[in-house]
């Protein structure tokens, strides 16, 4: 049985780490400090940890007043309240001051599974990105938790964090190492290349395997962790390589790291790309297991894709398969 | 209590009137912009810059420095005008307002000119901002303070009072907001826009200590904002009474005044009355 660990709390060990070998760091909760599991930054740094109750869009920009005077806050909370409802504090206040300040979503995606679409954030890689300074991190497992936080507290500027709540398991080695616009190729394909990023790079690796077995093994794989800046470097390579492209993302198939994709390639190397997210619709309430499934992010739903997909492009089209579904 | 000498007074009431002079004649160069509320706050500005801030022009970012946060932005005519005056730079830089790529834009941006302590332009957003500098000068030990300037049309946007609760919350003693009470917004009077009356109670149940003043009074100002803090622990906010439109009669109490587009015959007779007004 594999060592599965909770996002939030791989996020808040490694800023403990991080602060303390950076005094400026500081840490700030709306009403978050025990689902964000930051007790333990309480307890280290009482002087760097403050509580803000449920006012999201004041703490950013309480956040860019720290940034300004030389703090470096990390303010975690639940995702579509950090990135929706205050997202113009999150452009003017952050974005257009450059303020080093870090925001981390937790709960993302359909971690908030049976709370519904008020707590769901399929939305916010779309608005994140969308933002002029912003870097967008959506990390798929504990070490690359980890590893973005302390890329995060060097980068100088604003960082978006996306976590889920749901157990990961360790994908890399310990001592991979990630950086701000770089992705990893984990493997190579020539009839198809996934692309993915957070949770979904779990199930992917669950799909290749079931794929391995059915003989599809031109498959390939990529971790894009870093959404922007996108490592266009990377996406340029895999395009020449491959003959067709699927996003898989725990996210609206409108503007996320699917769009990302998209925009660039299109722009410089087009071949066919799929997206595989939650079509634009509000999700369903329920399981989160059962959400995955549905929306065919589970491995049984990207290996059933990946299947269709790859038959399609041999013919020579992409067939929009969506069209007929009743989400 | 402290006290303005009479010749600083004297020498207070002649910089307000060139600041309100340079704004009038920014305006008319023929770009258009938003007077009544800068005309309205040019004294206290003059105040803070001149008697109270903790400054050095020629080295904007001095670590301890005051802060000033023009929470309302789109008084930044009178902000420009006064940092000019304060030789944070040449006052003839001032005519490439509203120009391609000018360092002053139709709202502060710190980037383009150095001073600024906050992009703003979208109410509301100012108090936060200083709360969070409040914050780390508090952490750090440091003397300096932190100065908002909101608009009291702008006190309407909840941020204001989330804000306001969160200052009182985390004792940000070293903050003073300064609400620009002239009781206008675009639309009309402030309270049949929106009454957020009884303005200075609301403040203090939100746990800031309460003055109020005329906000033309340089007496009043510069006595107001000399002893902060009022109450150790606690934020300060000054309600400072003003007039829309002060010193240009007639743009003086008329919300029309807010944003400003002015004719050729506008611009002669107010400059006429705001070279008078330098004279005083």
Not at chain 1, 177 to 203: A, V
Request: glycine share 8%; hydrophobic share 40%; charged share 25%.
């Amino acid at each position: 049985m594999r060592e599965m660990i909770d996002p939030r709390k791989s996020f808040a060990d490694a800023v403990v780490e991080v602060a303390r070998g950076n005094k400026n760091i500081v840490a700030i909760s709306a009403d978050s400090a025990g689902s964000a599991r930051l007790g333990e930054f309480r307890e280290l740094f009482p002087d760097r940890f403050f509580e803000f109750g449920l006012m999201e869009q004041t703490v950013i920009g309480f956040c860019a007043g720290l940034a300004l005077s030389g703090k470096i806050p990390f303010f975690c909370a639940i995702t579509p309240f950090i990135t929706m409802r205050a997202f113009e504090q999150v452009r003017n206040d952050l974005c257009y001051t450059f303020a080093n300040a870090k925001i981390v979503g937790r709960n993302s995606g359909l971690t908030n599974a049976y709370f519904g679409p008020t707590h769901h954030s399929l939305e916010d890689v779309a608005l994140m990105r969308s933002l002029p300074e912003m870097v967008v991190i959506v990390p798929s497992d504990p070490v690359a938790i980890r590893e973005y936080v302390k890329e995060a507290a060097k980068h100088k500027g604003p960082v978006y964090i996306r976590l889920g709540s749901v157990k990961i398991p360790f994908l890399y080695n310990t001592t991979e190492r990630f950086e701000i616009g770089r992705g990893k190729i984990l493997r190579r394909g020539k009839d198809l290349t996934i692309i993915t990023c957070g949770m979904t790079l779990w199930h992917a690796f669950e799909a290749l395997k079931m794929l391995d077995e059915e003989g599809f093994l031109e498959v390939g794989l990529v971790d894009m962790p870093s959404i922007k800046p996108i490592d266009r470097e990377l996406l340029f390579n895999i395009s020449k390589n491959t003959d067709g492209i699927l996003v898989v993302e725990e996210h609206s198939t409108v503007g996320g790291l699917g769009g990302a994709v998209s925009e660039f390639l299109s722009q410089t190397n087009p071949l066919p790309v799929k997206l595989l997210g939650v079509p634009d619709v509000f999700a369903s309430a329920g399981p989160y297991d059962e959400l995955m499934e549905k929306y065919r992010l589970s491995p049984q739903g990207i290996f059933t894709t990946v299947r269709n997909l790859t038959k399609a492009i041999k013919k020579g089209y992409v067939e929009d398969d969506f069209r007929d579904v009743d989400f | 209590m402290v006290k303005l000498t009479a010749s600083d007074k004297a020498d207070l009431v002649k910089k307000a009137a060139c600041v309100r002079k340079k704004i009038v004649e920014t305006i008319c160069e023929g770009k258009g912009g938003h007077l009544g509320g800068a005309l309205s706050c040019t004294d206290i500005l003059v105040t803070l810059y001149f008697k109270i801030l903790r400054l050095d022009p020629k080295h904007p970012q001095w670590d301890e420095r005051d802060r000033f946060v023009l929470s309302a932005g789109h008084k930044c005519l009178a902000l420009y005008a006064t940092m000019a005056l304060r030789g944070y730079f040449k006052e003839e830089e001032l005519s490439s307002y509203a120009t391609l790529d000018s360092p002053f834009p139709g709202h502060p941006d710190r980037h383009k000119l150095p001073g600024i302590e906050a992009n703003t332009g979208s109410l509301g957003h100012g108090l936060a901002i200083g709360g969070g500098m409040a914050l780390a000068g508090k952490m750090d030990g440091k003397k300096w303070k932190v100065y908002v300037l909101l608009g009291d049309g702008e006190i309407a946007e909840g941020s204001v009072w989330e804000s306001a609760a969160a200052a009182s919350h985390h004792k940000l003693d070293n903050l003073v907001a300064i609400v620009d009470r002239n009781k206008l917004q675009i639309q009309g009077p402030t309270r049949e826009v929106m009454d957020m009356e009884p303005l200075a109670e609301k403040w203090r149940v939100f746990g800031w200590q309460v003055r109020e003043i005329d906000g033309h009074n340089f007496d009043e100002i510069f006595t107001a904002l000399s002893d902060i803090p009022v109450k150790k622990d606690y934020p300060t906010v000054i309600i400072a009474n003003t007039i829309k439109g002060k010193g240009l009669s007639f743009a003086e109490d008329n919300y029309k005044f807010h944003q400003w587009q002015p004719t050729p015959e506008d611009c002669k007779r107010a400059l006429a009355e705001m070279k008078k007004l330098e004279g005083v």
